[in-house]
């Protein structure tokens, strides 16, 4: 037996690709995996042990019965839950779905619609108690190493709360909004990616949810002012975290 | 022994949620199910009324491991409806990018999902214990795929610079030349992966499946060509809802993907290896030879030594487009208008077709995905099929081994498939 922290990863509906960042951690995997049990995690291992577990990391969205059932027993078995990625922590892109009536979106890709058993896409927060979010479609590797060492040092990680702007003005990128008009949703969005979109010249694209005192319904107007159709701006916000109080609005400004 | 039960409820080292139920009476397979309960995520569905630039970042999210494919084909599909021929440095990059992820992808699956049935472990990290150089090299390998793609691509798990007509943003040709020499470095470690996968004591396991790949003008088919098969298929992806149907079988909630008066077929590494062994690289032909592998192979078993060839060809194809990029900025501008598109890739775990119907202000009004995996569950099934008489002798854990090395021979990716599939959550 050993005394690492053992760690859990859930996967509910998700592309993987939260979770491979483990896997993608490769130059200090080998240290991860030294410092913790990574006791159940499926896509990786053929003997998953059985719980309790001291952390649980919970990817993708939950959009049927099943996922909450599988989302409880989660909470019930891990000391600290955590919501790895967007989909985990407001729905992410499945949550697109929302906006359009459910057995309108199901018909355009099945016929009988009888075996579809498909709720609303929503975080994992809508259903249990979520002791931390780690943001972004997908989660930044960072971020997620700088959870880990915070866990095992029992000390709060840091986790931007600030906009990605802040941390574009710090890459001295040239501003896409400001200098070409286009639409980049980085004033509203949490850090913590390294404005990375922004910096290979293409607008944020909000995939890390709703920043702190964010004001996306100033936002939404300035687009509108930009050109935007309104169409275009409720597209904008109603994406990766259109569930969001602060999206919401930024939807509804226009 | 003549009664054998099989059931694994829960696919483990595969990406995404499925499980097998096999049931053996008196030597007859009365039930074989490969079922999926990855719950739909309605992709094709929510896609309708999206604007045709935001489809290649939402279609990444197909697929955590290859969200490359899924755009790259997007990208390709939108620019056959608005009638756009790209640059050839806009070929040559997309080329690039899509061979970074098999590296990621073909070193993921090797060494991490499959390579541990071979050497009798669970995982890669029981098999770290024993086997550290090994995984040390897997990890390096990877790295550097994953290096390429966010180099090219921004970043490695959903890349952002790849769009409509080119990219937001280039490489340095500095950060090339440095991932370039990396490139060297790792062909003996890719060799060393074609002799490791050559060595693995594989079944002997045949039986003739068609195989389907693209295949192109010139070179290694991976973004552009023509889909053809070992049983005469030949087809432009335009012509391809002509030709590859789908049907619901009674036993599987999964539709089975079949060519239209024949059956099931296989597509991936193998297949393209197959279809277009004498296009591989020079090294990687060499490679096949010194390790005394020949092809075509219909063992899906060899899966992971094809895939190990693809490896070491997208190391050295990677290098040769590096060598001839000039690296100009391009006008990137086009023309948006209605219209219908097609195209198919070789996405790590073969074929992958993406359709979309646009509207005149660019809205999409259609969307028609269909992934490798999707492709590949019916022919699963019919391995499984073939495969199962040959364990009947084994206790009923290793069955259910060697039954799950037959799935993870394809690779699967569940995620990607699952929006095809009939769903109906059945866990016993």
Redesign the interface.
């Known amino acids: 037996m050993t005394d690492k922290p053992r760690v859990a990863i859930y996967k509910m509906s998700s592309c993987a690709g939260c979770q491979l960042e483990f896997l993608n951690l490769e130059p200090v995997l080998l240290d991860v995996v030294g410092a913790v049990e990574l006791s159940y995690f499926v896509m990786a291992r053929r003997q998953n042990a059985p719980g309790p577990y001291d952390i649980g990391f919970v990817e993708g969205a939950i959009t049927c019965g099943e996922e909450i059932e599988k989302l409880k027993r989660a909470r019930q078995e891990c000391r600290v839950l955590v919501a790895l990625g967007s989909c985990a922590c407001f729905g992410g892109l499945p949550s697109i779905k929302n906006w359009i009536p459910e057995r309108v979106v199901e018909s355009r890709v099945y016929q009988n619609l009888e075996v579809i058993e498909s709720t609303k896409a929503y975080g994992i927060d809508e259903y249990v108690k979520v002791d931390a979010y780690l943001k972004g479609c997908p989660v930044d590797k960072g971020e997620l190493v700088e959870f880990i060492k915070g866990a095992l040092l029992g000390i709060s990680p840091h986790l931007r709360p600030h906009s990605v702007c802040v941390e574009c003005k710090l890459r001295e990128n040239v501003c896409l909004f400001v200098s070409q008009g286009e639409p980049c949703l980085g004033a509203v969005t949490t850090a913590g990616c390294g404005a990375l979109c922004p910096s290979r010249g293409k607008v944020c694209d909000g995939c890390r949810g709703p920043a702190n005192d964010a004001n996306a319904e100033s936002l939404a107007r300035s687009f509108t002012e930009y050109g935007l159709h309104k169409s275009d701006v409720i597209r904008k916000f109603r994406k990766f975290a259109g569930l969001t109080p602060e999206f919401s609005k930024g939807a509804e400004a226009v | 022994m003549s009664s054998l039960r099989v059931k694994v409820d829960?696919l483990?080292?595969?990406?995404?949620?499925g499980a097998l139920d096999i049931r053996v009476h008196n030597g007859e397979i009365a039930e074989l199910k490969l079922k999926i309960?990855?719950?739909?995520?309605?992709f094709?569905?929510?896609l309708?009324?999206?604007?045709y630039d935001?489809v290649p970042?939402?279609v990444s999210?197909?697929?955590?491991?290859c969200?490359a494919s899924h755009q790259l084909t997007a990208i390709q599909a939108i620019e056959d409806a608005f009638g756009i021929k790209v640059s050839s440095q806009t070929r040559d990059l997309r080329k690039l990018l899509a061979l970074s992820q098999w590296i990621q992808s073909h070193s993921?699956h090797i060494y991490?999902?499959a390579l541990?049935d071979f050497l009798g472990y669970?995982?890669?990290?029981?098999m770290?214990a024993d086997h550290l150089p090994a995984?040390?090299r897997a990890?390096?390998l990877?790295?550097l795929g994953?290096d390429l793609t966010a180099l090219i691509g921004?970043?490695?798990?959903?890349p952002?610079?790849a769009?409509v007509n080119g990219f937001?943003?280039l490489p340095s040709k500095k950060d090339l030349k440095a991932i370039a020499e990396r490139l060297e470095e790792a062909r003996p470690d890719a060799l060393e992966t074609v002799k490791l996968c050559a060595s693995l004591e594989l079944p002997d396991f045949s039986w003739e499946a068609e195989h389907v790949a693209l295949r192109s003008e010139e070179g290694y088919a991976i973004n552009e060509g023509r889909l053809v098969s070992t049983e005469g298929l030949n087809i432009a992806p335009w012509e391809y809802r002509n030709h590859i149907k789908e049907r619901?079988i009674p036993h599987s909630?999964a539709l089975h993907s079949y060519i239209e008066g024949r059956g099931s077929f296989l597509v991936g590494p193998l297949a393209r290896v197959n279809l277009n062994y004498e296009r591989l690289s020079p090294g990687a032909q060499e490679a096949a030879r010194a390790v005394g592998v020949n092809f075509p192979d219909f063992n899906p078993f060899r899966g992971i030594v094809a895939r190990s060839l693809e490896l070491y060809h997208s190391i050295e194809e990677s290098l040769a487009i590096i060598d001839r990029l000039e690296l100009a900025q391009e006008d990137t501008s086009y023309a948006v208008r209605a219209g219908q598109g097609f195209a198919i890739t070789e996405a790590p775990r073969g074929s992958l077709y993406h359709s979309y119907k646009i509207n005149e202000h660019g809205i999409i009004e259609k969307a028609d995905i269909v992934s490798p995996t999707a492709h590949n569950v019916h022919n699963i099934e019919e391995d499984l099929r073939r495969f199962v008489p040959q364990v009947l002798d084994l206790s009923e854990e290793e069955a259910t081994l060697k039954c799950?090395t037959v799935i993870r021979n394809y690779d699967p990716c569940i995620?990607c498939s699952a929006?095809?599939l009939?769903?109906?959550?059945v866990r016993e």
Do not use: D, W
């Open positions: 829960y483990a080292r595969v990406e995404g949620e309960y990855e719950p739909p995520r309605f094709e569905g929510f309708v009324g999206r604007k935001e970042g939402i999210r197909i697929c955590g491991i969200p993921l991490m999902l541990p669970e995982s890669v990290l029981t770290a995984v040390q990890l390096k990877k790295r994953n921004g970043r490695e798990v959903h952002v610079t769009t937001t943003s619901h909630n799950e995620s929006h095809f009939k769903m109906r959550v």
